[in-house]
């Protein structure tokens, strides 16, 4: 019995949202570290995903493609932030800004927070995909739109950096 | 001034929201996610893939209708789920492709009915001649064939046979709008989408016999589009009236039963 051709067809759209919805607003509270500025995103993130949900090919790439609107998103974002204060001059871009804890056993973590936010955004995006996300260097690859070698030398580089951070911090 | 995560809602010990923190925004976000989406909502499509008799069938099924129908040996099935995919979100769905096939296979074993009233939902069609066009072929009953410039006609553009051509030629619903029953003006088949075999297989499997030559039999009789009387070729009748208001039947008991009456010049059998 000869088997049919499949279609691969991307999933529906709610069901993709039911997918991943989780792991997409924990990415968008790690890089943006703001409740609002996550929900935000993360309706705009689906609303642009929705749009261009005729141009995705196919389910495989459906994980990185949703990583990489976002990215782009919170990238557009924080330039939007960086652009606004130099013309009124505030201190609102600082991107090393950490909830104030009253706690002093939070202190580390609170370094290395800082640490991350200090790195070169396509180092911290792949950071936080791969480490906090899951993701394969592949689909970091795709969601930013460079090599997947580039992805990975991301990853190391970025270590390398918040271990050196660290260490000068201890 | 940025609103950072309350220390109840971020767990230090693995540097993440608490699942409760992410449940709650999450519940808040799908909501307005759904007010967001509503305007912009695609309808829904049924698309699968089925083996016919005519070969592996690419099918969709709208809430209006039947939206397409694609050969996929023949056609690129990329360009029609790529056309379906702007306008429907799909859902793939066997059972739906399945009911269409076997109406397909029920049309080609002799059932009239299996497809004839089935709702069809040209969205696909962005032409309004075009949509003219093949609306009113659906009217051309199995067992009959019509001319591309008596089609034209029908529709009122008398001179516009090849546009019918290539309405025909890129017709999103194969068998279902019979764009097989459309030959051309010199009596010959012409040509077909889904390739010559499958629109003889198709004009066959309706009751319109072919000759070798590809050619319309010689005991059809002429039906006259409007006013709804059937000749004999040879009938006077017909070479007095113009060719392009006649429908070809295969035989008189066909024309009967698509509701027209005998000439009572000709007296066709």
Known sequence: ?170 | MKKALKPDEFDPASDEATDAAIDKMLHLARQCLARAIAPIRRSTARVGVIKSPLGHLLVAESPRGLVAVTYLDSSDGAATLTALRQRFDLIEDGETAARIGGEIERHLAGDREAIGKRPIDLSLVVSPFQRRALSRLREVPAGSVVTYQALAAAIGSPSSQRAVGTTMASNPLPIYVPCHRVIKSDGKIGNYGGGVERKLKLLRAEGFEVDRGDRIPPQVVYGHWQSRIFCKPTCSAVHRAERKKWIIFNDSGRARGAGMRACKICRPA
């Open chain 1, 1 to 170: 019995m000869s088997t049919l051709p499949t279609l691969d067809l991307p999933p529906p759209f709610d069901e993709a949202v039911a997918r991943h919805e989780r792991e997409l607003m924990r990415f968008l509270l790690r890089t943006t570290r703001d409740h609002d500025d996550a929900l935000d995103l993360f309706q705009e993130t689906w609303l642009r995903a929705y749009r261009a949900w005729p141009k995705l090919e196919s389910a495989a790439g459906l994980r990185p493609w949703l990583y990489r609107i976002a990215t782009n998103l919170c990238l557009n974002r924080a330039r939007d932030r960086m652009r606004r204060s130099r013309v009124i001059g505030d201190e609102e871009l600082d991107l090393a800004h950490a909830p104030a804890s009253s706690n002093g056993e939070h202190e580390g973590v609170l370094q290395l927070k800082t640490a991350i936010s200090h790195l070169p955004h396509n180092q911290r995006e792949a950071l936080v995909m791969r480490k906090f996300g899951g993701l394969e260097y592949a689909e970091i690859a795709t969601a930013l739109g460079c090599s997947s070698e580039s992805a990975r030398a991301g990853v190391y580089q970025a270590l390398k950096k918040l271990k050196l951070s660290m260490e000068l911090l201890s």
